[in-house]
């Protein structure tokens, strides 16, 4: 199942990725992920970052090829992204290369503190192409994220502005 949410706007853009099983926040393992459901997440980014005057895409899918697609039509339409890529963190080579092709700021994003779990969550495959990451702050880790971007998007506008764009 794929679900996407858009917002046609000519202000500048973030998509925001979902992964695997969180179409299933708020029901699944609630003492984990919480429960904050998908939809009240993407309703919460949105409202934000149309304060921030930024434009917001969301997007969830449970298939590593969908997720793949995504970023590469990133190009050209968003100025930036924040990722949970939920189980294919820790064995996505695909997703991984895909926002290799990207020139674009990234921030992965976990709801849980991927670093306290079980030792095969502990290994992000994008941990070292990625801007930041954000994890162990539930639901609000998406806001921090979103923040976090508009605020390197600003100063990257700003004549001043050096460093790279990751």
């Known amino acids: 199942m794929q679900k996407e949410s ?3 706007d000519t202000r500048t853009s973030v ?3 979902h ?3 969180l179409n299933f926040l708020g029901r699944r393992e609630p003492e984990i992920y919480g429960r904050t459901t998908l939809a ?3 309703a919460q980014l949105a409202a934000a970052a149309d304060k921030l005057g930024l434009a917001i ?3 969830q ?3 590593e090829g969908g997720i793949v697609e995504k970023i590469q039509q990133a190009v050209g339409r968003h100025q930036a992204l924040i990722i949970n890529p939920a189980a294919y963190t820790h064995t996505s080579i695909a997703i991984r290369d895909a926002l290799l092709l990207i ?4 921030v992965e994003v976990h709801l849980s503190n991927i670093a306290a779990r079980e030792s095969f969550r502990r290994r992000s495959v994008i941990a070292d192409v990625v801007s930041g990451r954000i ?3 539930g639901a609000h880790g998406y806001l921090m994220a979103l923040e976090a971007l508009a605020a390197r998007l600003k100063a990257a506008q700003t004549p001043a502005a050096g460093g790279p764009r990751r």
Do not use: K, Q, W
């Open 6 to 8: 858009f917002s046609d």
């Open 135 to 137: 994890a162990g702050f």
């Open 103 to 106: 020139d674009m700021p990234v």
């Open 57 to 59: 895409e969301s997007f």
């Open 61 to 63: 899918s449970n298939h």
């Open 15 to 17: 998509l925001v990725i």
């Open 19 to 21: 992964g695997p099983n």
């Open 40 to 42: 009240r997440i993407d």
